[in-house]
């Protein structure tokens, strides 16, 4: 059974920085596309960075590209999303996704088959 176990959100003031973590169990990770997304209130689920497996390349959303990176510990199996320059927009439930091959660039969310429970990230002064 695959598992996916998000951590590290919290509260942030504007500027500040927060680093996710995501666990991933159930699944040879080296080869396993992972992905993280996220949801604001009253909108939909929205790609945020994924990093391929078998040490395929990182993608990002426009509106994060300079601020987040997201990187693997292939020998822990945790995928991590290192946040900096956090802005109010950024405040969402930030969700861990993988999924069975290991490409990674895809930005829907029908594509990744395994999902965590979400951590909270707000960003306010």
């Known amino acids: 059974q695959v598992q996916l176990i998000e951590s590290g959100g919290g509260l942030v003031r504007p500027g500040g920085s927060l680093r996710l973590s995501c666990e991933v169990s159930?699944?040879?990770?080296?080869?396993?596309?992972v992905a993280w997304f996220r949801q604001a209130p009253g909108n939909d689920r929205e790609f945020v960075a994924s990093?391929?497996?078998?040490?395929?390349?990182?993608y990002y959303t426009d509106s994060v590209k300079g601020r987040f990176t997201v990187s693997r510990d292939n020998a822990e199996s945790i995928v991590y999303l290192q946040m900096a320059s956090l802005e109010p927009e950024d405040t969402a439930l930030y969700y861990c996704?993988?999924?069975?091959?290991?490409?990674?660039?895809?930005?829907?969310?029908?594509?990744?088959?395994?999902w965590g429970q979400g951590t909270q990230v707000t960003v306010s002064s």
């Open positions: 159930g699944r040879t990770f080296v080869t396993t596309g």
């Open positions: 996704a993988a999924r069975v091959g290991s490409i990674a660039w895809y930005t829907e969310e029908s594509n990744y088959e395994f």
């Open positions: 990093a391929s497996g078998n040490g395929g390349g990182t």
